[in-house]
Nanobody, 116 residues
Framework: QVQLVESGGGLVQPGESLRLSCAAS????????MGWYRQAPGKQRELVAV???????NYADSVKGRFTISRDNAKNTVYLQMDSLKPEDSAVYFC??????????WGQGTQVTVSS
């Protein structure tokens, strides 16, 4: 059974940082690209960042220079370091795993709220 379990969300003030984690089980982790998506109320889910199995990364323009995605294949975990957070970063953040083109597995999401 495949599980992706996110953690690390919370309430922070603008300019502060958070680190999200996503622990995977039931898959050969290094064979999967891992991504972070987010969805704010009333908005479509958007791709925030991706790290391939080989470690290449890609980011949405809205988070470039502020967010960093990384992975630890020994721990089957992907991280999203979020710095200089803005209120518009508030959303439910989901991690996802894909082998080829489609995202095969999703986590349950973790809430991030940026507010003063």
């Amino acid at each position: 059974q495949v599980q992706l379990v996110e953690s690390g969300g919370g309430l922070v003030q603008p300019g502060e940082s958070l680190r999200l984690s996503c622990a995977a089980s039931g898959i050969i982790f290094s064979n999967y690209d891992m991504g972070w998506y987010r969805q704010a109320p009333g908005k479509q889910r958007e791709l925030v960042a991706v790290v391939t199995g080989g470690g290449r990364t890609n980011y949405a323009d809205s988070v470039k220079g502020r967010f960093t995605i990384s992975r630890d294949n020994a721990k089957n975990t992907v991280y999203l370091q979020m710095d200089s957070l803005k209120p518009e970063d508030s959303a439910v953040y989901f991690c996802a795993a894909r082998q080829i083109t489609l995202w095969d597995y999703w986590g349950q999401g973790t809430q991030v709220t940026v507010s003063s």
